[in-house]
Each structure stands twice: as structure tokens, then as C-alpha cells.
């Protein structure tokens, strides 16, 4: 049985215990502008995206842009965590930590950032082209994108979970691409990752209803080969264990009386490249 609790504006923070939270609507103008923060930061990071730069250059970027517009990262200190986003390239599945490492011509780059701006997360993640890359890589790019969008296209009260993950897994697999199962969407709101989970695979008809007030994150994770991913010693890095590339895109959003809204849409309408 799926548990929810209306939660009155922002007075309730407790820690992720498997009931799905159902917001009002001073929760939605909080999350508004966090994902617009949050999407401005994907923005403003595009020009800088080229071979020759350094992860960490980039990750200093994203920290600067976060605290000049009075937010703060959520991934600095969470379990350990040192950097301000995550930047996966090319085999990189999700979670590369920002260092000296530089972006060479042809890579695909997804950048992911969480800003809390006034105690509300927004998270999002985009993929970025470095020069030229080769029509297979921005194929898998375009479908990932396509993936996402059809994901939050099942996203209405009275839909489940299970037809978000359905519409994912259908479009990725007629592409004969996998859908990566070892990382998952999430509630947010005051907490950076709540309930419900979101998986990008499943059956139509399953899993949570879908209420107005939800919010959650849709963030499909798309492998040219196989599903499989392993962790590097890092502990945070996973790659696809085949070495075949892969994509994500991410934006959050809240269930509405008729749909959704997407927090994390660019204002400047770039959320997928080509961003020039
Ligand atoms: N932003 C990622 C997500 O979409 C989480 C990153 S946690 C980190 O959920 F610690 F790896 F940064
Ligand atoms: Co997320
Ligand atoms: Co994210």
C-alpha cells in the first residue's frame, strides 16, 4: 500500500520514510525557483562546455553561479561528497566527480547540478556536445532527451509511476539502447532525495499513483550497449561495465490537477544541445 501525507507548506522536513509527500502551493512557487535557478546554471555553463577545459574549471563555475544567486549545492558534504555537481563523460554512467580530467573533442558531457535555494532543491542534468561528436553518440543523445520528455508526458494524477518508467523503457529499447537500473529518479522538495523512487523501467499500471502535489525527479539513464554498471574505486563514479557510452537527462517536477509542471525548464528554451 502506497502512503501519502499532505504536508502544509513547508513545515514538515522529515527524513525519507517511504510516504510520498503531497505539497501545496507555496511548495510549488519554492520549487519554481529552484529549477529555474537550477536550469540557469545548465544555461550559463554551455559556452564553457569545450575541449580543453577541466572538469574541476566547470565545477568551479557551477559553485561561483550558486552562491552568487544565494543558493548552496547539495551535493557539498552529502555522505561525503566534495564537489558542487557531477560531470559523466562518454562510458560514465552518472556521479563523475569533477578533478583535473579535461574534456577532449567528441566527448558527450552530462552535467548534473542541485542548488537549495531558500531550503527547496532543484535538480536537473543536461548532456553536453564537445566539437564535433559522432552521429552515433548525439543518436543516443537526441533518444535520451526523447526518453525524458515522453517519461514526463505520462506524468498526471490518476497515471502510476509504472507509465512514466513504461513510456522510457519502450522508446529506449525500439532504439535497441538499455535503460541503466541501478540508479533511479526521487522525490524532492526540502529533502534532496525522498520518496517515491523512480525507476525508468517497468509495467503500465504499476507502482504509486500519481497525486497532485507530487514532486520528483525523471533522470533516464540510457546505455548504447548493455545495462550493466560497475563502480570505480571512488565510490561514486559508475560506468557502463561494457564501456559502451551513455547518456541522462534530468528535470524535476510537480504533479498538477491536469499534469505536471517541469521546474528545471531553460528559460532561454536550451534543454537539449545544440545549445550555440
Ligand atoms: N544530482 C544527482 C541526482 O540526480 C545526485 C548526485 S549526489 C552526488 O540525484 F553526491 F553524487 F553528487
Ligand atoms: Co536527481
Ligand atoms: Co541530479
Redesign the pocket.
Known amino acids: 500500500m502506497t502512503e501519502y501525507i499532505t504536508v502544509s507548506d513547508d513545515d514538515l522536513v522529515d527524513a525519507r520514510n517511504g510516504v510520498i509527500k503531497l505539497h501545496g502551493p507555496d511548495a510549488f512557487v519554492g520549487m519554481r525557483a529552484a529549477g529555474r535557478f537550477a536550469a540557469e546554471i545548465l544555461d550559463a555553463i554551455a559556452p564553457h562546455v569545450v575541449p580543453g577545459v577541466t572538469t574541476a574549471e566547470l565545477d568551479q563555475r557551477v559553485y561561483d553561479h550558486m552562491l552568487r544567486g544565494g543558493g548552496i549545492p547539495?551535493?557539498l558534504g552529502?555522505?561525503g561528497?566534495t564537489?558542487s555537481?557531477?560531470i559523466s563523460i562518454n562510458h560514465v554512467v552518472?556521479?563523475g566527480?569533477p578533478g583535473d580530467k579535461a574534456i577532449k573533442y567528441g566527448d558527450i558531457v552530462n552535467i548534473?547540478?542541485?542548488p537549495i535555494l531558500d531550503g527547496w532543491h532543484g535538480?536537473?542534468?543536461r548532456m553536453y556536445l564537445a566539437g564535433n561528436v559522432p552521429l552515433k553518440a548525439r543518436k543516443l543523445v537526441d533518444v535520451t532527451y526523447e526518453c525524458l520528455m515522453l517519461g514526463i508526458a505520462q506524468a498526471r494524477p490518476g497515471n502510476r509511476l509504472g507509465d512514466v518508467s513504461n513510456a522510457i523503457q519502450r522508446h529506449a529499447e525500439a532504439h535497441r539502447y538499455s535503460v541503466v537500473r541501478d540508479?533511479c529518479?526521487?522525490g524532492?522538495g526540502r529533502l534532496?532525495?525522498d520518496s517515491p523512487e523512480v525507476v525508468h523501467a517497468g509495467r503500465p499500471g504499476t507502482g504509486p499513483e500519481l497525486k497532485p502535489g507530487m514532486f520528483f525527479?525523471i533522470?533516464p539513464m540510457i546505455n548504447i550497449g548493455r545495462a550493466d554498471v560497475k563502480m570505480l574505486d571512488d565510490g561514486?563514479t559508475a560506468v557502463t561495465r561494457d564501456r559502451s557510452l551513455s547518456a541522462q537527462f534530468?528535470h524535476s517536477i510537480g504533479i498538477t490537477d491536469d499534469g505536471c509542471e517541469i521546474f528545471t525548464k531553460s528559460p532561454t528554451g536550451h534543454d537539449k544541445p545544440p545549445y550555440a
Do not use: M, N, P, Q
Open positions: 547539495a551535493t552529502y555522505r561528497y564537489k555537481c557531477c552518472c556521479h566527480i548534473d547540478v542541485t535538480d536537473t542534468s540508479f529518479g526521487h524532492l534532496f532525495h525527479t533522470e561514486w534530468e
